[in-house]
Protein backbone atom coordinates (compact mmCIF):
# COMPACT_ATOMS: atom_id res chain seq x y z
CA UNK A 1 0.00 0.00 0.00
CA UNK A 2 1.55 3.42 -1.16
CA UNK A 3 1.48 6.23 1.19
CA UNK A 4 1.41 9.87 1.91
CA UNK A 5 1.95 11.23 5.49
CA UNK A 6 1.14 15.03 6.18
CA UNK A 7 0.80 16.68 9.47
CA UNK A 8 -2.97 16.83 9.64
CA UNK A 9 -2.07 20.54 11.64
CA UNK A 10 -3.75 23.08 12.17
CA UNK A 11 -1.02 24.93 11.64
CA UNK A 12 -1.48 28.63 12.29
CA UNK A 13 1.17 31.32 11.07
CA UNK A 14 1.03 35.11 11.27
CA UNK A 15 0.66 37.02 8.31
CA UNK A 16 3.60 38.01 6.54
CA UNK A 17 5.27 34.84 8.04
CA UNK A 18 7.00 31.56 6.79
CA UNK A 19 4.44 28.64 6.50
CA UNK A 20 6.26 25.40 6.16
CA UNK A 21 4.12 21.84 5.06
CA UNK A 22 5.68 18.89 5.02
CA UNK A 23 5.18 15.67 3.44
CA UNK A 24 6.50 12.07 3.39
CA UNK A 25 5.06 8.99 1.04
CA UNK A 26 6.26 5.24 1.53
CA UNK A 27 7.12 4.31 -2.73
CA UNK A 28 10.45 4.94 -3.39
CA UNK A 29 10.27 4.23 -7.09
CA UNK A 30 7.82 7.47 -7.16
CA UNK A 31 8.83 9.96 -9.49
CA UNK A 32 6.47 13.45 -9.29
CA UNK A 33 4.91 15.08 -6.64
CA UNK A 34 2.39 17.63 -6.02
CA UNK A 35 0.75 20.46 -3.82
CA UNK A 36 -2.56 21.35 -4.09
CA UNK A 37 -4.88 24.07 -2.10
CA UNK A 38 -8.39 23.02 -1.49
CA UNK A 39 -10.20 25.77 0.17
CA UNK A 40 -13.47 24.77 2.09
CA UNK A 41 -16.41 23.61 0.29
CA UNK A 42 -14.12 23.74 -2.87
CA UNK A 43 -12.21 21.34 -5.48
CA UNK A 44 -8.35 20.94 -5.18
CA UNK A 45 -6.29 23.20 -7.03
CA UNK A 46 -2.47 22.35 -8.60
CA UNK A 47 0.06 25.10 -6.68
CA UNK A 48 3.43 23.33 -7.53
CA UNK A 49 4.73 19.93 -9.11
CA UNK A 50 8.52 18.98 -8.33
CA UNK A 51 10.07 16.22 -10.22
CA UNK A 52 14.02 16.41 -9.44
CA UNK A 53 15.74 16.62 -5.91
CA UNK A 54 15.97 20.06 -4.81
CA UNK A 55 14.20 22.86 -4.50
CA UNK A 56 11.58 24.72 -7.32
CA UNK A 57 10.39 28.35 -7.12
CA UNK A 58 6.73 29.94 -8.17
CA UNK A 59 6.11 33.07 -6.67
CA UNK A 60 5.51 33.05 -3.04
CA UNK A 61 5.78 29.37 -2.96
CA UNK A 62 8.89 26.82 -2.70
CA UNK A 63 8.34 23.18 -3.06
CA UNK A 64 11.71 21.05 -1.77
CA UNK A 65 11.53 17.58 -2.95
CA UNK A 66 14.33 15.14 -1.04
CA UNK A 67 14.07 11.36 -2.60
CA UNK A 68 16.35 9.62 -0.49
CA UNK A 69 14.55 10.63 2.92
CA UNK A 70 11.36 10.20 0.78
CA UNK A 71 10.41 13.70 1.94
CA UNK A 72 8.95 16.47 -0.11
CA UNK A 73 7.68 19.98 1.42
CA UNK A 74 5.80 23.19 0.67
CA UNK A 75 6.92 27.10 2.09
CA UNK A 76 4.71 29.96 1.51
CA UNK A 77 6.82 33.17 2.05
CA UNK A 78 5.08 36.31 3.05
CA UNK A 79 1.77 34.33 3.83
CA UNK A 80 -1.31 35.70 2.86
CA UNK A 81 -5.13 35.59 4.92
CA UNK A 82 -5.88 34.11 1.55
CA UNK A 83 -3.67 31.61 1.55
CA UNK A 84 -5.91 29.85 4.66
CA UNK A 85 -6.83 26.74 3.42
CA UNK A 86 -5.63 22.54 3.45
CA UNK A 87 -2.64 22.01 1.23
CA UNK A 88 -2.98 18.56 0.22
CA UNK A 89 0.34 16.45 -1.10
CA UNK A 90 -0.05 13.80 -3.90
CA UNK A 91 2.39 11.58 -5.25
CA UNK A 92 1.79 9.55 -8.54
CA UNK A 93 1.86 6.06 -7.75
CA UNK A 94 0.95 4.71 -10.81
CA UNK A 95 3.25 2.00 -12.81
CA UNK A 96 1.51 3.69 -15.86
CA UNK A 97 -0.64 6.65 -16.31
CA UNK A 98 -1.92 8.28 -13.27
CA UNK A 99 -2.85 7.24 -9.90
CA UNK A 100 -2.30 9.73 -7.52
CA UNK A 101 -2.01 8.95 -3.83
CA UNK A 102 -3.00 12.01 -1.53
CA UNK A 103 -2.32 12.99 1.98
CA UNK A 104 -5.57 13.86 4.37
CA UNK A 105 -4.19 17.41 4.21
CA UNK A 106 -2.57 20.17 6.30
CA UNK A 107 -4.93 22.47 7.35
CA UNK A 108 -3.10 26.36 7.19
CA UNK A 109 -4.59 29.48 8.91
CA UNK A 110 -2.72 32.75 8.48
CA UNK A 111 -3.70 35.18 11.14
CA UNK A 112 -4.13 38.51 9.86
CA UNK B 1 -9.37 27.30 -22.02
CA UNK B 2 -12.53 25.74 -20.00
CA UNK B 3 -11.44 23.56 -17.13
CA UNK B 4 -12.80 20.31 -15.86
CA UNK B 5 -16.57 20.12 -16.26
CA UNK B 6 -18.55 17.70 -14.02
CA UNK B 7 -22.74 17.21 -13.54
CA UNK B 8 -24.60 17.30 -11.69
CA UNK B 9 -23.24 19.51 -7.95
CA UNK B 10 -25.47 17.55 -6.39
CA UNK B 11 -27.54 14.65 -6.16
CA UNK B 12 -29.45 12.84 -2.99
CA UNK B 13 -30.44 9.46 -3.69
CA UNK B 14 -32.01 6.80 -1.65
CA UNK B 15 -30.15 3.54 -0.28
CA UNK B 16 -30.55 0.81 -3.55
CA UNK B 17 -30.74 2.98 -5.96
CA UNK B 18 -27.90 3.76 -9.09
CA UNK B 19 -26.25 6.80 -9.95
CA UNK B 20 -24.24 8.44 -13.02
CA UNK B 21 -22.11 10.80 -12.46
CA UNK B 22 -20.20 12.58 -15.76
CA UNK B 23 -17.15 14.62 -16.53
CA UNK B 24 -16.05 16.63 -19.47
CA UNK B 25 -12.20 16.78 -19.40
CA UNK B 26 -9.84 19.87 -19.93
CA UNK B 27 -10.07 20.20 -24.45
CA UNK B 28 -6.89 18.21 -25.32
CA UNK B 29 -6.68 15.75 -22.06
CA UNK B 30 -7.27 12.22 -22.87
CA UNK B 31 -6.44 11.09 -19.16
CA UNK B 32 -9.46 11.12 -17.05
CA UNK B 33 -9.17 10.37 -13.51
CA UNK B 34 -11.93 9.59 -10.28
CA UNK B 35 -11.77 10.06 -6.85
CA UNK B 36 -13.66 9.82 -3.83
CA UNK B 37 -13.08 12.31 -1.19
CA UNK B 38 -14.70 11.93 2.38
CA UNK B 39 -13.48 13.61 5.79
CA UNK B 40 -12.45 10.27 7.23
CA UNK B 41 -10.82 8.98 4.37
CA UNK B 42 -9.73 12.08 1.94
CA UNK B 43 -9.07 12.02 -1.59
CA UNK B 44 -8.87 7.97 -2.33
CA UNK B 45 -8.41 6.84 -5.88
CA UNK B 46 -11.18 5.38 -8.03
CA UNK B 47 -10.23 4.93 -11.35
CA UNK B 48 -8.26 6.05 -14.62
CA UNK B 49 -9.77 5.98 -18.22
CA UNK B 50 -7.26 6.47 -21.46
CA UNK B 51 -8.35 5.76 -24.35
CA UNK B 52 -11.66 4.90 -23.32
CA UNK B 53 -9.70 1.89 -21.33
CA UNK B 54 -9.54 1.64 -17.87
CA UNK B 55 -5.82 2.35 -17.18
CA UNK B 56 -5.56 2.27 -13.26
CA UNK B 57 -8.57 1.24 -10.92
CA UNK B 58 -7.94 2.04 -6.85
CA UNK B 59 -9.33 -0.82 -4.07
CA UNK B 60 -13.32 0.08 -4.64
CA UNK B 61 -16.23 -2.93 -4.87
CA UNK B 62 -17.11 -3.03 -8.14
CA UNK B 63 -20.27 -1.43 -7.31
CA UNK B 64 -18.17 1.70 -8.88
CA UNK B 65 -17.65 1.72 -12.65
CA UNK B 66 -16.60 4.00 -15.44
CA UNK B 67 -16.35 3.99 -19.03
CA UNK B 68 -14.71 6.76 -21.28
CA UNK B 69 -16.20 8.30 -24.72
CA UNK B 70 -14.23 8.64 -27.78
CA UNK B 71 -13.87 12.50 -27.20
CA UNK B 72 -12.88 11.89 -23.88
CA UNK B 73 -15.80 12.91 -21.91
CA UNK B 74 -16.08 9.72 -18.98
CA UNK B 75 -18.69 9.24 -16.87
CA UNK B 76 -18.86 7.32 -13.48
CA UNK B 77 -21.69 4.61 -12.30
CA UNK B 78 -22.40 3.77 -8.34
CA UNK B 79 -25.06 0.99 -8.22
CA UNK B 80 -27.07 -0.25 -5.45
CA UNK B 81 -25.85 2.78 -3.43
CA UNK B 82 -25.00 2.40 0.23
CA UNK B 83 -24.98 5.33 3.18
CA UNK B 84 -21.11 5.43 2.84
CA UNK B 85 -21.09 6.32 -0.66
CA UNK B 86 -21.93 9.53 0.51
CA UNK B 87 -19.02 12.04 -0.77
CA UNK B 88 -17.59 14.26 -2.80
CA UNK B 89 -16.68 12.91 -6.36
CA UNK B 90 -14.13 14.68 -8.20
CA UNK B 91 -13.20 14.02 -11.62
CA UNK B 92 -9.50 15.34 -12.71
CA UNK B 93 -8.06 15.41 -16.34
CA UNK B 94 -4.73 15.57 -17.21
CA UNK B 95 -2.45 15.40 -20.66
CA UNK B 96 -1.30 11.80 -21.58
CA UNK B 97 2.10 11.68 -20.23
CA UNK B 98 2.92 10.09 -16.98
CA UNK B 99 3.60 12.11 -13.90
CA UNK B 100 1.19 15.02 -15.55
CA UNK B 101 -0.52 16.76 -12.62
CA UNK B 102 -4.86 16.62 -12.41
CA UNK B 103 -6.89 19.56 -13.04
CA UNK B 104 -9.66 18.85 -10.71
CA UNK B 105 -13.68 19.78 -11.79
CA UNK B 106 -15.68 21.57 -9.03
CA UNK B 107 -17.38 17.50 -7.96
CA UNK B 108 -20.18 16.10 -7.56
CA UNK B 109 -21.67 15.88 -3.90
CA UNK B 110 -23.66 12.60 -3.61
CA UNK B 111 -25.70 12.34 -0.59
CA UNK B 112 -27.02 8.62 0.15
CA UNK B 113 -30.47 8.46 2.41
Known amino acids: ?21 NCTYSDRGSQSFFWYRQYSGKSPELIMFIYSNGD ?24 QPSDSATYLCAVNGGDTGNQFYFGTGTSLTVIP | KAGVTQTPRYLIKTRGQQVTLSCSPISGHRSVSWYQQT ?21 FPGRFSGRQFSNSRSEMNVSTLELGDSALYLCASSLVQKNSPLHFGNGTRLTVT
Not at chain 1, 7 to 18: D, F, T
Not at chain 2, 46 to 58: M, P, V
Open chain 2, 39 to 59: PGQGLQFLFEYFSETQRNKGN
Open chain 1, 56 to 79: KEDGRFTAQLNKASQYVSLLIRDS
Open chain 1, 1 to 21: QKEVEQNSGPLSVPEGAIASL
